[in-house]
């Protein structure tokens, strides 16, 4: 069993918003996930990340492999996360 983070589609057109989850690799896209982790809006002008830093590094340790992107929002999260504490 290959688990994968990757982004899950939940807007509607024209206007995108993306689930953060942890999925089967051969699952479809917008399947039925293992767990949602955050979400993502690209278009919004504030917070646009949201995401359990806590989870996603679980999940790693798990051996779940992220995407190019989730591995990006993994690391602009914890960057987040990181200036928010200091």
């Given at each position: 069993?290959?688990?994968?983070?990757?982004?899950s589609r939940i807007g509607t057109?024209?206007?995108?918003?993306?689930?953060?989850?942890?999925?089967?690799?051969?699952?479809?896209?917008?399947?039925?996930?293992?767990?949602?982790?955050?979400?993502?809006?690209?278009?919004?002008?504030?917070?646009?990340?949201?995401?359990?830093?806590?989870?996603?590094?679980?999940?790693?340790?798990?051996?779940?492999?992220?995407?190019?992107?989730?591995?990006?929002?993994?690391?602009?999260?914890?960057?987040?996360?990181?200036?928010?504490?200091?």
């Amino acid at each position: 069993m290959a688990l994968k983070i990757r982004l899950s589609r939940i807007g509607t057109t024209h206007s995108p918003v993306y689930h953060v989850v942890v999925a089967e690799a051969r699952s479809r896209r917008d399947g039925r996930a293992t767990e949602i982790l955050g979400t993502y809006n690209p278009r919004a002008k504030g917070e646009q990340l949201s995401l359990k830093v806590d989870r996603a590094d679980y999940w790693l340790g798990q051996g779940a492999k992220p995407t190019d992107t989730a591995n990006s929002l993994i690391k602009q999260a914890r960057k987040a996360s990181a200036s928010a504490e200091a």
